[in-house]
């Protein structure tokens, strides 16, 4: 009996996996997943709680692995729902609540996908990996990452992976991405001398030295974009004085920048670079100027070749779209699983993550099983 990914997806999303919180989802798909013929191994670190499963064959020549993750961003007002954002429900043809685009709904299609193979087929040279977290909208470092670590312990080896994030912007099939852009964080502390306004020869001003550093940050442009990429953005995000008097001059101003990067540079290049026009900015004006940085992720691209054709051509057979390869949005958890094999990610529709009253296609979600099943097919054919 094939198994049913809108069901799956429904009994998830009653599952209130708010990060860090389990909520019963995974516990959920180890049962689902063990009665289908998988091994599975819970790999909870520092209290996050992540799931590996393995069907077929360990010294298999080549293995698919999928990931995804079932924790889910928190519903905020609860009162601005229309519908039970823990309840499942379908109607309109559509099924709502958290969780239900990013990305139970991707996780139970791939599930359902790999257990009707499973239950299938034979394993002689064929294996299946299932990676899935309960980290990925939170810190994300004890999820995806705990889970390639036990793998790289254990001798697991996927030869290539899926992410089953929401990757359409409007239409099914649209756009899969074949890689993402790099994300940095800068923060930035001026320290200069607190005085009385009308005595400016007793202070030294903290704030228009880090707000002109800021304005040349942003003024630069820092590529025109690659082959493969959408140009890099720097964006400050916050600028913070916390001065409530307006005759004082403040001892201290900070101000936070990010930047999306692609292929045209690193984190580290960026962080120097960031650095040499602080300290020219602090030697100007006398200012000190500390600043520290947080990678979340480097760019990185799966160049299209034989898995992304594959990938593609499982999405146009069974949506009738071809899709566009991208590597625009923010960060997933692909960011990890590149350090240890090729990855692409394909799923939904997203417009509605993260919302109030999120809500999935009923269809879009047994088309999504669909691409998913005959991908596995293909790629073992």
Same mark, same amino acid.
């Given at each position: ?16 996996? =708010?990060?860090?919180i ?13 009665e289908?013929?998988f091994?599975?191994?819970r790999?909870? /670190? ?6 590996f ?21 928190? $519903?905020?007002?609860? &009162? ?17 609540? /958290?969780? +239900? ?6 996780? &139970? &299609? ?17 294996? $299946? ?17 705990a ?6 312990t254990?001798?697991? =080896?996927?030869s290539?992976?899926? =992410? ?15 890689? /993402? ?33 800021? +304005? ?27 001065? @409530? ?9 900070? +101000?936070? #920048? ?5 292929? +045209? ?10 650095? @040499?026009? &602080?300290?020219v ?25 034989p898995?992304?054709?594959? #990938? ?48 999935? *296609? =009923? *269809? ?18």
């Amino acid at each position: 009996m094939p198994l049913d990914p809108v069901e799956l997806t429904s009994a998830l999303i009653r599952c209130p996996s =708010v990060t860090p919180i389990e909520g019963g989802a995974l516990e959920l798909l180890d049962k689902t997943l063990t009665e289908a013929g998988f091994d599975c191994v819970r790999v909870d /670190r520092n209290g996050t709680p992540n799931l590996f499963a393995r069907w077929g064959d360990k010294a298999a020549p080549r293995t698919l692995g999928f990931n995804g993750h079932t924790d889910v961003v928190p $519903i905020g007002d609860e &009162a601005a729902w229309t519908c039970d954002p823990f309840g499942g429900e379908i109607k309109d043809g559509k099924l709502w609540g /958290r969780g +239900a685009t990013d990305m139970k709904s991707g996780v &139970a &299609a791939f599930v359902a996908a790999a257990c009707d193979y499973a239950t299938q087929s034979q394993p002689k040279e064929t294996a $299946i990996i299932i990676t899935i977290t309960g980290d990925e909208e939170g810190d994300a470092t004890d999820g995806t990452t705990a889970l390639l670590d036990y793998m790289d312990t254990a001798g697991e =080896v996927m030869s290539d992976c899926i =992410v089953g994030e929401p990757t359409c912007p409007n239409t099914m099939g649209e756009m899969m991405k074949i890689g /993402r852009r790099g994300s940095i964080t800068g923060y930035f502390t001026a320290r200069g001398t607190q005085g009385h306004v009308a005595y400016p020869q007793q202070t030294n001003n903290p704030v228009p030295a880090l707000a002109s550093l800021m +304005a040349e940050l942003s003024a630069h442009s820092l590529d025109q974009g690659t082959e493969h990429f959408d140009p890099s953005n720097l964006e400050v995000t916050t600028f913070d004085v916390g001065n @409530a008097a307006t005759n004082v001059v403040p001892a201290q101003a900070q +101000a936070t #920048v990010n930047i999306r990067f692609n292929d +045209a540079h690193s984190g580290a290049s960026l962080s120097d670079w960031m650095r @040499a026009k &602080a300290k020219v900015t602090a030697e100007r004006t006398g200012i000190d100027i500390d600043v520290r940085f947080q990678i979340s992720g480097e760019s990185f691209l799966t160049p299209p070749g034989p898995f992304v054709d594959l #990938v593609a051509g499982a999405v146009a057979k069974e949506t009738g779209v071809t899709p566009i390869l991208s590597t625009t949005g923010g960060t997933s958890d692909a960011r990890f699983v590149k350090n240890h094999c090729p990855v692409v990610e394909f799923g939904l529709v997203g417009k509605t993550m993260h919302k109030v009253d999120e809500h999935v *296609e =009923v *269809e879009h979600i047994h088309a999504l099983k669909n691409v998913y099943s005959r991908l596995i097919r293909d790629y073992f054919a």
